[in-house]
C-alpha cells in the first residue's frame, strides 16, 4: 500500500516570504503526487501536479519538487499572500491502482 | 459549472440510525470517490469506483456501503450509523487515475 506523511502540522510565514511545505510518501511505485489546498468549511482545491518521470513543476507562484530517491516531495510557494492561508495536502498514487493516499495536512498561517 | 454535489450538507443521527450521502459529478468522469476527513488527519479513502457497474475497498470501509448508481452518481450508505462516524464526507471525482480529483464541498456528519 501507500501512506503519505507531513513534516510539520503548522507552518507560520511573513507575508512576502516564501513557504516550503514537504510530504514523504512510503512506496517507490507511486507515480503520481497532488498538492491540494484546502480552506476552512471548503473541499480541496487542486493546487498542482507532478509524475514520477518528472523532478520539477512549476505553476503560478508555486513548485513542486519530486525526490524520488528518499520518497520527498515540496511545495514552494513565492510571495506567500493571506489568501494562501489554509491548510495544504499532498497525496499519492501508487501506479496501476486509481486512488489517491492523502497525508495529514499543513496549516500554512500568513502573517502580516 | 456545479462540478461535484454532495447532499445533504449537513446531518445529524442518532446512534443506529441509517442514512445515505448522495453524489453527483457532472464533468463526465469516469472515476468517483468518497473519503472521510477527521480533525488533524487527512482524508482517509473509505470507497471508491474507477468506472461505472464497480466499486473497490478503500482504507477505511468498514460501517459503509456504496452504490455506483449511474456514471454521475456514486452514494454512500450508513446502515447502522456509530458515534465513530461522525466526520467531514467528501465525495471527488476523476477522469481516470492518474489524473486530478475534483472535490465537493463535503457532508458534516454527526452521530450521537
Known amino acids: 500500500g501507500e501512506s503519505v506523511g507531513l513534516h510539520l502540522p503548522t507552518l507560520s510565514v511573513q507575508e512576502g516570504d516564501n513557504s516550503i511545505i514537504n510530504c514523504a510518501y512510503s512506496?517507490?511505485?507511486?507515480?503520481?503526487f497532488i498538492w491540494y489546498k484546502q480552506e476552512s468549511g471548503k473541499g480541496p482545491q487542486f493546487i498542482i501536479d507532478i509524475r514520477s518521470n518528472m523532478d520539477k513543476r512549476q505553476g503560478q507562484r508555486v513548485t513542486v519538487l519530486l525526490n524520488k530517491t528518499v520518497k520527498h516531495l515540496s511545495l514552494q510557494i513565492a510571495a506567500t499572500q493571506p489568501g494562501d492561508s489554509a491548510v495544504y495536502f499532498c497525496a499519492a498514487q501508487l501506479h496501476g491502482y486509481n486512488k489517491l493516499i492523502f497525508g495529514a495536512g499543513t496549516r500554512l498561517a500568513v502573517h502580516p | 459549472n456545479a462540478g461535484v454535489t454532495q447532499t445533504p450538507k449537513f446531518q445529524v443521527l442518532k446512534t443506529g440510525q441509517s442514512m445515505t450521502l448522495q453524489c453527483a459529478q457532472d464533468?463526465?468522469?469516469?472515476?468517483m470517490y468518497w473519503y472521510r476527513q477527521d480533525p488533524g488527519m487527512g482524508l482517509r479513502l473509505i470507497y471508491y469506483s474507477a468506472s461505472e457497474g464497480t466499486t473497490d475497498k478503500g482504507e477505511v470501509p468498514n460501517g459503509y456501503n456504496v452504490s455506483r448508481l449511474n456514471k454521475r452518481e456514486f452514494s454512500l450508505r450508513l446502515e447502522s450509523a456509530a458515534p465513530s462516524q461522525t466526520s467531514v464526507y467528501f465525495c471527488?471525482?476523476?477522469?481516470?487515475?492518474?489524473?486530478?480529483?475534483?472535490f465537493g464541498q463535503g457532508t458534516r456528519l454527526t452521530v450521537v
Open positions: 512506496n517507490s511505485a507511486s507515480d503520481y
Open positions: 464533468m463526465n468522469h469516469n472515476s
Open positions: 471527488a471525482s476523476s477522469p481516470e487515475g492518474g489524473a486530478e480529483a475534483f
